[in-house]
């Protein structure tokens, strides 16, 4: 049992190498970039706009393009956020989304 | 010597650091269901719990974790993976060039170590700090360790016992991912321009993700949504708080 705990394949340690060199060389590059490159004015107003683009980008194919259920309770967490703390508003999500699931089921 | 002095006084400080843990807390409820979630279907994978804690430390992205397992295959395709996880994180490099001007006074080795956990999670919350100041290296890594630890203790422990636990989406839990972005998402929320933003990154991601095959539609969204806060740009209401800003 102990053994297969800690087993590890030579493939696997590779790949997740291999996955973490490419992870580590993005996360690294925009402090490599920032020292070339100075932004200002519109340029500046579009990069701020990149951190809730991104995660907008990240949840839209669950979120809006899964099933009636999804795209309400995403609707509901987000008018849920803008008033709730974020534990209360997530749980509010994770609920709706059950609740929505079996009443579209029964339908 | 001098420079240490001068920034030790602005990065230490335990307040910070407990700041960045408190700050995080409430996503130790999401990550925990998903780390679980991700340790089970590895399991189910066939991959051992020291894999299991061996990606999660190394690549630490739960994204392109999710994405490994959905092609881990025998034999393992690990080109494939290796270069999905690359296009997947593309993002990062969005990221951390958004995030690096907002660090404050950050030694060289304490950006390029830090960065090494730049997960999105992580990055959301040092941007939201940075809207008010700048987020400090203590503030970051109270954020950043919290994260690394539940991830590594839920990920070991679903792929431990994620057998017995059965379907997760029977309880929701599939959703917290989604839940958990929407929250961070409307944590940037500034009125009617960021909808402007939104709704055409939204529109892009979906359109991308439906007809080109692979991690493209998270730049797409990214590049649609940094286009329309481009357009949008208005000099006059921004030039007061530009200038204030600048006094600083």
């Known amino acids: ?107 | 010597m001098k420079s240490n002095q001068n920034k030790s006084a602005i990065n230490a400080g335990p307040n910070e650091f407990f700041l960045g843990v408190t700050t995080f807390f409430p996503l130790v409820f999401a990550a925990t269901p998903i780390g679980l979630l991700f340790g089970a279907l590895a399991a189910q994978k066939g991959m051992s719990p020291l894999e299991v804690l061996l990606m999660g430390s190394f690549v630490f992205a739960g994204g392109s974790q999710f994405l490994a397992l959905d092609l881990w295959a025998d034999p393992l395709p690990w080109l494939t993976i290796a270069f999905s996880t690359f296009l997947i994180n593309l993002r990062h490099v969005l990221m951390s060039a958004s995030l690096a001007p907002k660090l404050g006074h950050w030694t060289p080795l304490q950006r390029y170590l830090g960065f090494f956990i730049l997960a999105d999670e992580v990055w959301a919350l040092s941007e939201q700090r940075a809207m008010k100041q700048h987020t400090t290296f203590s503030f970051y890594l109270g954020v950043g360790l919290t994260l690394f630890i539940t991830w590594q203790v839920a990920t070991v422990a679903g792929s431990l016992i994620g057998a017995v636990m059965g379907d997760p989406s029977r309880y929701g839990l599939d959703f917290a991912f989604t839940a958990l972005f929407i929250c961070l998402v409307m944590g940037f929320w500034q009125g009617r321009k960021t909808g402007v933003v939104l709704a055409a990154s939204g529109l892009a991601a979906v359109l991308t993700h439906k007809f080109v095959p692979g991690a493209w539609y998270i730049i797409a969204g990214a590049i649609a949504g940094v286009i329309a806060a481009a357009v949008q740009y208005d000099d006059n209401p921004n030039g007061l708080q530009k200038s204030a800003e600048a006094l600083q």
């Open chain 1, 1 to 107: 049992m102990t053994s297969e705990i800690f087993a590890v394949d030579p493939l696997v340690l590779f790949t997740i190498l291999a996955m973490a060199a490419g992870t580590y060389l993005t996360r690294i590059a925009g402090l490599v970039l920032t020292k070339f490159v100075t932004f200002s004015g519109r340029t500046e107003a579009a990069l701020q706009a990149v951190p809730p683009a991104i995660l907008m980008s990240v949840v839209a194919p669950t979120a809006f393009a899964t099933g009636i259920a999804e795209t309400a309770a995403t609707a509901i967490t987000a008018v849920a956020a803008l008033r709730l703390p974020m534990l209360a508003a997530m749980t509010i999500g994770v609920v709706s989304v059950v609740v929505l699931r079996m009443a579209l089921a029964v339908i």
